[in-house]
């Protein structure tokens, strides 16, 4: 079995800074692809930051410049650090990866619980 567990989430005011983190853990044998996804009240869920094992990241326009992904492999964590925030980066916040579990021959999708982020004006 494998769980993806966030933390981090929380209240903030425009302006502020949150840094969420995300730890994959149970029956892992390798951890590819891993992103960030959010769904605000109302609206679909969007990619917010994807990160490669390699370490290569990608943001929509909306985020880029503010909010930055990164992970640590040795741990199977991967974190958003998230700054300048807006009221309309309110939303769930989503924690998502490709891992290839040690009883399967394939990797599959996997999704956190979402950890709630609101920003005051």
């Known amino acids: 079995q494998v769980q993806l567990v966030e933390s981090g989430g929380g209240l903030v005011q425009a302006g502020g800074s949150l840094r969420l983190s995300c730890a994959a853990s149970g029956s892992i044998l390798s951890v590819n692809a891993m992103a960030w996804y959010r769904q605000a009240p109302g609206k679909q869920r969007e990619l917010v930051a994807r990160i490669t094992s390699g370490g290569s990241a990608n943001y929509p326009d909306s985020v880029k410049g503010r909010f930055a992904i990164s992970r640590d492999n040795s741990k199977n964590t991967v974190y958003l650090q998230m700054n300048s925030l807006k009221p309309e980066d309110t939303a769930v916040y989503y924690c998502?990866?490709?891992?290839?579990?040690?009883?399967?021959?394939?990797?599959?999708?996997?999704w956190g619980q979402g950890t709630q982020v609101t920003v005051s004006s």
């Open positions: 998502n990866a490709d891992i290839h579990p040690n009883y399967s021959i394939q990797s599959y999708d996997f």
